[in-house]
């Protein structure tokens, strides 16, 4: 079992900064890629930012340059930096990890609960 525990969301007016952590434990072997998606009201989810194991990024066209995702393997965390933040930013934002038990499972991917963010204008 594999729990994905998000936070730092909340109430945010227009061009400022919130910071999300989402920390993973249980039985974990193995962590691949991490990520970020939100989720709007009546929209689909969506990938705002992804990092390899290896440190490798990938942004949305919406986000980049604002927001800045960040992993430590140590603490098996990662972390999402959002800058000037906008109203359209404003959704339940949701961690993702691709997880091993040991060497010989596969990759499976575990979501965390969510957590949301509320930017005002």
């Known amino acids: 079992q594999v729990q994905l525990v998000e936070s730092g969301g909340g109430l945010v007016q227009a061009g400022g900064s919130l910071r999300l952590s989402c920390a993973a434990s249980g039985n974990i072997f193995s962590i691949n890629g991490m990520g970020w998606y939100r989720q709007a009201p009546g929209k689909q989810r969506e990938l705002v930012a992804a990092?390899?194991?290896?440190?490798?990024?990938n942004y949305a066209d919406s986000v980049k340059g604002r927001f800045a995702i960040s992993r430590d393997n140590a603490k098996i965390a990662v972390y999402l930096q959002m800058n000037s933040l906008k109203p359209e930013d404003t959704a339940v934002y949701y961690c993702?990890?691709?997880?091993?038990?040991?060497?010989?499972?596969?990759?499976?991917?575990?979501w965390g609960q969510g957590t949301q963010v509320t930017v005002s204008s």
């Open positions: 993702n990890a691709d997880v091993k038990y040991s060497p010989l499972t596969r990759w499976e991917a575990y």
């Open positions: 990092i390899t194991s290896g440190g490798s990024r």
